[in-house]
């Protein structure tokens, strides 16, 4: 089954540094999401991604925040300079379509501790 | 944000019996419900849905049931399975946005 993969699964950076989080959707999906879970809190809403802009954004998806379909596979979200408080899981989702009855489907995430 | 909250942190089931997970919305525009399950280190998977005009919905082991009016979903699985031991996320979404609102989990450990 196709599967949405992330990379790295884990990123330790120092704080005020960039970092990138890589993602592959499935191949043949056009909507694409951001999400993060800070430990022992919900799943959280950043930003989704159709037609190379962004459809919508949460206020967590400020200033320093950036998304980017670079070619036809991958999916970036960069932060550009790192904060503690980013330290969390970041999932990246795919869906086929807008409709709402199709499920977004879930990367492992990348788990990104800032020092 | 508490627009989708599952009120049990934890459930522990015996194997064979029927797990019940909970969850309650408050916003009347959501148009779908979801059901993830997640293993640690991994992402959520899609496990089952429902359209806010239905009342039920099964897939094998798995049914959701959703009662409008009470802004109430569950998740029945029957027979629950060792394998089955996860965290369980209820999610929302409307049409007017393609977000999905999450609640906090339920963890189920099932005991064989």
């Known amino acids: 089954e196709p599967e949405v993969t992330q990379t790295p699964s884990h990123q330790v950076t120092q704080m005020g540094q960039e970092v990138i989080l890589r993602c592959v959707p499935i191949?043949?999906?056009?909507?694409f999401y951001w999400y993060r879970q800070i430990l022992g809190q919900k799943v959280e809403f950043l930003v989704s991604f159709y037609n190379n802009e962004i459809s919508e954004k949460s206020e967590i998806f400020d200033d320093q925040f950036s998304v980017e379909r670079p070619d036809g596979s991958n999916f970036t979200l960069k932060i550009r300079s790192t904060k503690l408080e980013d330290s969390a899981m970041y999932f990246c989702a795919s869906t086929g379509s807008s409709s709402t009855n199709q499920p977004q489907h879930f990367g492992d995430g990348t788990r990104l501790s800032i020092l | 944000d508490q627009q989708v909250k599952q009120n049990s942190p934890s459930l522990s089931v015996q194997e064979g019996r029927i797990s019940i997970l909970n969850c309650d919305y408050t916003n009347s525009m959501f148009d779908y419900f979801l059901w993830y399950k997640k293993y640690p280190a991994e992402g959520p998977t899609f496990l089952i849905s429902?359209?806010?005009?239905?009342d039920k919905n099964e897939d094998g082991r798995f049914t959701v049931f959703l009662n409008k009016s009470a802004k109430h979903l569950s998740l029945h699985i029957v027979p629950s399975q060792p394998g089955d031991s996860a965290v369980y996320f209820c999610?929302?979404?409307?049409?007017?946005?393609?977000?999905?609102?999450f609640g906090q989990g339920t963890t189920l450990q099932v005991k064989p």
């Open positions: 191949s043949n999906h056009l909507y």
């Open positions: 429902i359209s806010s005009i239905k």
């Open positions: 999610a929302a979404i409307s049409s007017n946005t393609g977000k999905l609102i």
